[in-house]
């Protein structure tokens, strides 16, 4: 989503970087574009003009522009300050005293609240064997109690619902909890009804089912790509529900995301988590600064840890390393890799996790397809052929093409391209390439 913002801003600090040291008018001048920059990916006007402003006041010291590395701070300072800007307050759920603490989810038709609901259950309960009970109290859109009843299913959660033509919205809500306290659930989600614009009638319900059930948490589920629709919704949910938080879904678009980067600052209510992809795992706990260090391309190490621990255990990552240690990796420890980094999401959002990544790949494209192609070749090799690939002769390679759909010379170039790695390894492994610099490098090949 914030693909264009991150490479306009790149480019504004690898012009700073350049100059060495800086003058006011090269501030005022990188300010120009930043403030540009912000306004063409939908930034609210009045918080690109507070950002701009902010920047530019701390810029202005004298340690600043006469420092040995004065681009590099810089970007430091619009690091701090877009923190800031994402920043409103508390971003965590809190459970209280009670149980089931109730989380009630508000949002319009469209912008995925019944889906998110799912997500947000599989979430609270990762890692125990308490499960979240989902509420089905949209009673509005049709369908809506069968989608959830269907999630739920699907993630094994439980969900209480009953007929819509012969229940209400509080008399479901109000069943549904005292199931889960029943049930002895931790966490019940309510999810709400909405409609496709805001109006006084759905206003005065979730008001009066608020005031009834008086949940914990109180979350606003917005599309991320409506743009300062998202930011307008909103403002008047807050204004008239009260909300102590947000989650903003289809964060994995291509609109210009802007309106992501205003919502806090102009309403005052934290976003809580993100939806980045279809998945039921694509929510993430929303950070501020891990956010801002993305958008400005610096990457974010602390996710991606995160990521890694969910697909690969303990175990398996102390025997990569003695692999790594010894330069005794194969292709089926490269497959094995594979699949958990495909685990972990979409190789692109992946990627942009690692420092300094996403300008060094340029104009490549993370072709999805080309990894299924990859991993079909490993596949049609058997399991002597994947230890020692060095026994692949003209005639083996012809099998593994036919075998996988691909061309003897797709098998060449993933061989050649294992045998580049393996060498990058043995000095990884002998200490010539050190740190995130030679991760890099290994991840680009």
């Not at 209480?160 to 919205?169: A, G, K, Q, W």
């Not at 998202?230 to 949910?237: D, E, I, L, P, Q």
Request: proline letters at 3%; aromatic letters at 4%.
């Amino acid at each position: 989503m914030f693909d264009s913002l991150s490479s306009k801003l790149g480019a504004v600090f690898q012009k700073l970087g350049n100059r060495g040291r800086l003058t006011d008018k090269d501030i005022d001048e990188a300010l120009k574009e930043v403030r540009v920059a912000l306004l063409e990916a939908d930034v609210n006007f009045k918080v690109a003009r507070e950002f701009v402003s902010k920047v530019k006041e701390r810029c202005q010291g004298s340690e600043v522009l006469q420092g040995l590395n004065p681009g590099q701070q810089v970007v430091k300072i619009v690091n701090d300050v877009l923190t800031e800007v994402l920043d409103a307050g508390d971003h965590q759920l809190h459970h209280g005293t009670e149980s089931p603490a109730v989380l009630m989810l508000v949002g319009l038709q469209g912008s995925g609240k019944t889906t998110t609901a799912a997500k947000l259950a599989l979430h609270l309960g990762s890692g125990t064997s308490q499960k979240t009970m989902l509420v089905a109290a949209d009673l509005r859109r049709p369908a809506a109690v069968e989608q959830l009843k269907a999630l739920g299913a699907q993630l094994d959660l439980p969900v209480y619902s009953e007929d819509p033509s012969s229940t209400t919205v509080l008399k479901v809500a109000k069943s549904g909890i005292a199931e889960a306290k029943k049930q002895g659930c931790p966490w019940v989600i309510v999810d709400t009804g909405g409609r496709l614009q805001i109006d006084d009638e759905l206003m005065g319900e979730l008001t009066d089912l608020k005031n009834a059930i008086k949940p914990q948490e109180s979350i606003l589920v917005v599309d991320a790509m409506t743009g300062q629709e998202a930011v307008n919704a909103a403002g008047v949910f807050n204004e008239r529900v009260g909300l102590t938080g947000l989650i903003l879904t289809k964060m994995d678009g291509d609109a210009r995301g802007g309106a992501s980067l205003s919502i806090s600052s102009v309403t005052g209510v934290p976003i809580k988590f993100m939806g980045t992809g279809e998945k039921s795992e694509a929510l993430e706990p929303f950070y501020p600064d891990r956010l801002a260090s993305r958008i400005l391309g610096m990457g974010d190490v602390l996710t991606l840890i995160e990521k890694a621990q969910d697909v690969i255990s303990v175990e398996q990552a102390a025997e990569m390393e003695r692999k790594l240690r010894k330069a005794t990796f194969d292709l089926q420890d490269f497959l094995d890799q594979l699949r958990a980094v495909q685990k972990m999401g979409p190789l692109g959002q992946v990627m942009e996790m690692i420092p300094g990544m996403k300008g060094r790949m340029g104009d490549q494209e993370l072709d999805e397809n080309r990894i299924k192609g990859v991993e079909a070749i490993v596949l049609s090799m058997t399991p002597r052929e994947r230890r020692e690939p060095d026994v692949l002769n003209a005639s083996r390679r012809r099998r593994i093409a036919t075998g996988s759909g691909t061309t003897v010379q797709e098998v060449n170039q993933l061989l050649n391209q294992f045998r580049q790695m393996q060498k990058m390894m043995k000095q990884f492994a002998g200490g010539k390439m050190r740190g995130l610099a030679g991760l890099g490098k290994m991840m680009r090949q």
